[in-house]
């Protein structure tokens, strides 16, 4: 059995730092498992990530520790496991990991049976007893105590957790009722932070879905809670220290109320569902902030997360050397070198004597606007440049990147900013590298495919698609390849898998529906069925997305705001999207679609030659030309010449339609 052979399968750099350890890491493959059993030892799976801070530090402290790694290398088969490569594996053991310690989170640390039963999970451990927490040298001997003489009390335990996490993912039916959402909105004003933005108490992640839901909403009914709500958290999160305010691009959450102290790693897929909020957040409010933040993504794209071919890399590090944020806080004293003069009024701008610097270093955020706020951050990007920046892990996840092209394209058209050629680059990539014409990998790395694609890589692959489709006519066929697929090998009586074959080791069919923040991969599948249904008529895609929300509406009861992309998705199932069809050579008319907001609003330049079986669109096609028709909810508008007129139209035409209230 070839250890450093599976290790160099998985090819993950988190994974491959493994060979650099003390422990005698393993990749997730079948060889590390029959090792196990060969030798009867259990397994202990370390999942984490490139770009975790905790993850380094439990491999530079515990893992590097003499006792540690000794006890492991003898009496257990040590397992790495990559979560963005394996978002399965991931999830799975992070389940478990909750119904044992009610705790979740990377470093993830799972003990095993060599048949794949978990015997206790934990997260970040230290090598010996320190603030409350076990050592890893006490759990380790703890464990393999249990293991040795409990192998009874162990398979009951699994027994009943297996069955526990089946009965999660099984069929949960409740009739589709659109005012589900209003649950969720209430829950959303119990929990809303009024002095901080955001909803409840720290750690706090960007509530993605909660404030797409809430500008879905006010968009439509109007309430003001709803706006005050969703611009409170989008400004607390653009001023916030969550947001580099020098570089641009979200970290992934912030530990504190405040939104001020990070953990610094940033994620593209995190990065490309904000790049998306806050373009349409502008659009719809108006917010000059809200284009800067969005701008601000695309500035950290330009430096760090474009592929010169396409594509868009994974992540960046958190840590430079060792150090959490090293990249990005200050010392006083640094500030004072890079800014010279301006540091009195950059003390005001960031409040710097207003707030507690962790270990005497601080991370920006914006307290209050002065008129020299542009040359102070263009100083301190300057100064920042001879800084080494943080590691980035530039394999293309099909999906991620997807997500960051449909992003862009959404921010060229509602916002005027983003690159939307290298977008469209993006996805050529995707469908040429990743894509074989029946299955998605799940990305590129090292200048070929790896691993198998998961749901949220062909939910947003087809999505983008649809995206691209309305900028440049193309792409649509791709994007129906795409959703039929995931149509074909993901969907059954549960719902959508997250995976088309569950791993041999753990096999419970699991049925993605919470928010992670991101959204959920049911939520992207449906809403990609339901917005392709209504720009092909493809009825396939509409019965797929019934069958889902069928099958998970009980799930959506029980979770509340915390499925709220899934809220959306059934708002888009139940209430046909608005669509905007334009007919004809009409450049003008496409632009003037295209910029004008509406939420799941979805542009079909029809010119393309796509033979469309919905007869409404043929009569169309028979029409007066160049012309575009407003459709929502059953109806069509009369013909639109005028690109002037037709913003105005999209954003009005049966508006009053889609009130819930």
């Given at each position: 059995?070839?250890?450093?052979?599976?290790?160099?399968?998985?090819?993950?750099?988190?994974?491959?730092?493994?060979?650099?350890?003390?422990?005698?890491?393993?990749?997730?493959?079948?060889?590390?498992?029959?090792?196990?059993?060969?030798?009867?030892?259990?397994?202990?799976?370390?999942v984490?990530?490139?770009?975790?801070?905790?993850?380094?530090?439990?491999?530079?402290?515990?893992?590097?520790?003499?006792?540690?790694?000794?006890?492991?290398?003898?009496?257990?088969?040590?397992?790495?496991?990559?979560?963005?490569?394996?978002?399965?594996?991931?999830?799975?053991?992070?389940?478990?990991?909750?119904?044992?310690?009610?705790?979740?989170?990377?470093?993830?640390?799972?003990?095993?049976?060599?048949?794949?039963?978990?015997i206790?999970?934990?997260?970040?451990?230290?090598?010996?007893?320190y603030?409350?927490?076990p050592?890893?040298?006490?759990?380790?001997?703890?464990?393999?105590?249990?293991?040795?003489?409990?192998?009874g009390?162990?398979?009951?335990?699994?027994?009943?957790?297996?069955?526990?996490?089946a009965?999660?993912?099984?069929?949960?039916?409740?009739?589709?009722?659109?005012?589900?959402?209003?649950?969720?909105?209430?829950?959303?004003?119990?929990?809303?932070?009024?002095?901080?933005?955001?909803?409840?108490?720290?750690?706090?992640?960007?509530?993605?879905?909660?404030?797409?839901?809430?500008?879905?909403?006010?968009?439509?009914?109007?309430?003001?809670?709803?706006?005050k709500?969703?611009?409170?958290?989008?400004?607390?999160?653009?001023?916030?220290?969550?947001?580099?305010?020098?570089?641009?691009?979200?970290?992934?959450?912030?530990?504190?109320?405040?939104?001020?102290?990070?953990?610094?790693?940033?994620?593209?897929?995190?990065?490309?569902?904000?790049?998306?909020?806050?373009?349409?957040?502008?659009?719809?409010?108006?917010?000059?902030?809200?284009?800067?933040?969005?701008?601000?993504?695309?500035?950290?794209?330009?430096?760090?997360?474009?592929?010169?071919?396409?594509?868009?890399?994974?992540?960046?590090?958190?840590?430079?050397?060792?150090?959490?944020?090293?990249?990005?806080?200050?010392?006083?004293?640094?500030?004072?070198?890079?800014?010279?003069?301006?540091?009195?009024?950059?003390?005001?701008?960031?409040?710097?004597?207003?707030?507690?610097?962790?270990?005497?270093?601080?991370?920006?955020?914006?307290?209050?606007?002065?008129?020299?706020a542009?040359?102070?951050?263009?100083?301190?990007?300057?100064?920042?440049?001879?800084?080494?920046?943080?590691?980035?892990?530039?394999?293309?996840?099909?999906?991620?990147?997807?997500?960051?092209?449909?992003?862009?394209?959404?921010?060229?058209r509602?916002?005027?900013?983003?690159?939307?050629?290298?977008?469209?680059?993006?996805?050529?990539?995707?469908?040429?590298?990743?894509?074989?014409?029946?299955?998605?990998?799940?990305?590129?790395?090292?200048?070929?495919?790896?691993?198998?694609?998961?749901?949220?890589?062909?939910?947003?692959?087809?999505?983008?698609?649809?995206?691209?489709?309305?900028?440049?006519?193309?792409?649509?066929?791709?994007?129906?390849?795409?959703?039929?697929?995931?149509?074909?090998?993901?969907?059954?009586?549960?719902?959508?898998?997250?995976?088309?074959?569950?791993?041999?080791?753990?096999k419970?069919?699991?049925?993605?529906?919470?928010?992670?923040?991101?959204?959920?991969?049911?939520?992207?599948?449906?809403?990609?069925?339901?917005?392709?249904h209504?720009?092909?008529?493809?009825?396939?895609?509409?019965?797929?997305a019934?069958?889902?929300?069928?099958?998970?509406?009980?799930?959506?009861?029980?979770?509340?705001?915390?499925?709220?992309?899934?809220?959306?998705?059934?708002?888009?199932?139940?209430?046909?999207?608005p669509?905007?069809?334009?007919?004809?050579?009409?450049?003008?008319?496409?632009?003037a679609?295209?910029a004008?907001?509406?939420?799941?609003?979805?542009?079909?330049?029809?010119?393309?030659?796509?033979?469309?079986?919905?007869?409404?669109?043929?009569?169309?096609?028979?029409?007066?030309?160049?012309?575009?028709?407003?459709?929502?909810?059953?109806?069509?508008?009369?013909?639109?010449?005028?690109?002037?007129?037709?913003?105005?139209?999209?954003?009005?035409?049966?508006?009053?339609?889609?009130?819930?209230?």
């Amino acid at each position: 059995m070839d250890r450093e052979a599976c290790l160099r399968r998985s090819t993950s750099p988190f994974v491959l730092d493994g060979l650099r350890s003390k422990v005698q890491w393993w990749a997730w493959c079948e060889e590390a498992f029959q090792k196990a059993r060969a030798e009867d030892k259990p397994i202990l799976v370390d999942v984490g990530a490139v770009w975790c801070h905790w993850c380094h530090v439990m491999d530079e402290t515990t893992y590097d520790d003499d006792e540690v790694a000794d006890i492991i290398n003898k009496h257990f088969v040590p397992i790495k496991v990559d979560r963005d490569e394996r978002p399965d594996v991931d999830r799975r053991l992070q389940e478990y990991a909750v119904l044992i310690s009610g705790q979740a989170g990377w470093p993830l640390t799972v003990f095993m049976t060599p048949e794949g039963e978990v015997i206790w999970a934990a997260t970040y451990l230290p090598p010996r007893d320190y603030g409350g927490l076990p050592g890893m040298a006490k759990v380790l001997r703890a464990v393999l105590e249990a293991y040795r003489a409990k192998r009874g009390d162990i398979k009951k335990m699994a027994e009943d957790l297996s069955k526990e996490i089946a009965a999660w993912h099984s069929p949960s039916e409740a009739e589709l009722d659109r005012s589900v959402q209003l649950d969720i909105l209430a829950s959303l004003a119990a929990s809303f932070d009024e002095e901080y933005g955001g909803f409840g108490t720290a750690p706090k992640f960007p509530p993605i879905t909660q404030l797409d839901l809430l500008l879905l909403r006010h968009f439509y009914d109007g309430k003001s809670v709803y706006g005050k709500m969703a611009q409170a958290t989008l400004r607390a999160m653009a001023r916030g220290g969550v947001y580099d305010q020098v570089g641009g691009g979200f970290f992934r959450y912030s530990t504190d109320r405040l939104w001020l102290i990070p953990h610094y790693e940033k994620l593209l897929i995190d990065n490309a569902e904000l790049l998306s909020l806050y373009a349409r957040a502008y659009a719809h409010f108006g917010d000059q902030l809200y284009r800067k933040t969005a701008a601000g993504i695309i500035k950290w794209l330009d430096e760090f997360m474009r592929d010169p071919s396409g594509g868009y890399y994974a992540s960046q590090d958190a840590d430079v050397d060792g150090e959490e944020g090293a990249y990005y806080r200050w010392t006083e004293d640094e500030l004072k070198e890079a800014l010279g003069d301006l540091f009195p009024k950059a003390a005001e701008m960031f409040g710097l004597y207003e707030f507690k610097w962790p270990e005497g270093r601080a991370t920006l955020s914006i307290v209050r606007i002065v008129p020299e706020a542009d040359l102070i951050l263009e100083r301190l990007a300057e100064a920042r440049k001879a800084r080494k920046p943080p590691r980035v892990d530039t394999t293309i996840y099909a999906g991620w990147s997807c997500a960051m092209a449909k992003a862009e394209l959404e921010a060229s058209r509602l916002a005027g900013i983003g690159d939307k050629e290298f977008a469209l680059k993006t996805l050529d990539k995707i469908r040429r590298e990743a894509w074989d014409g029946s299955r998605l990998a799940r990305g590129l790395r090292g200048g070929g495919p790896v691993g198998e694609g998961v749901l949220e890589d062909y939910a947003y692959c087809a999505l983008a698609a649809l995206e691209a489709y309305s900028h440049t006519g193309r792409y649509l066929d791709w994007g129906v390849e795409v959703a039929g697929a995931m149509v074909d090998r993901f969907l059954d009586q549960g719902g959508f898998r997250d995976v088309e074959r569950p791993d041999p080791v753990l096999k419970t069919p699991h049925y993605p529906v919470a928010d992670t923040p991101n959204y959920s991969g049911n939520a992207l599948a449906i809403l990609a069925c339901d917005l392709l249904h209504y720009a092909t008529g493809i009825r396939k895609f509409r019965d797929a997305a019934e069958r889902a929300l069928k099958a998970l509406a009980g799930k959506l009861a029980r979770l509340g705001p915390s499925a709220a992309g899934l809220a959306i998705a059934l708002d888009a199932h139940l209430a046909e999207p608005p669509r905007t069809v334009v007919v004809g050579s009409a450049e003008e008319l496409l632009r003037a679609a295209l910029a004008a907001y509406r939420p799941l609003h979805v542009v079909m330049p029809v010119a393309s030659g796509w033979d469309y079986p919905e007869p409404s669109i043929k009569a169309m096609l028979a029409g007066p030309k160049p012309a575009a028709y407003v459709c929502a909810w059953g109806a069509c508008s009369m013909p639109i010449s005028d690109p002037g007129r037709l913003g105005e139209a999209v954003r009005r035409f049966r508006r009053e339609a889609y009130r819930l209230e």
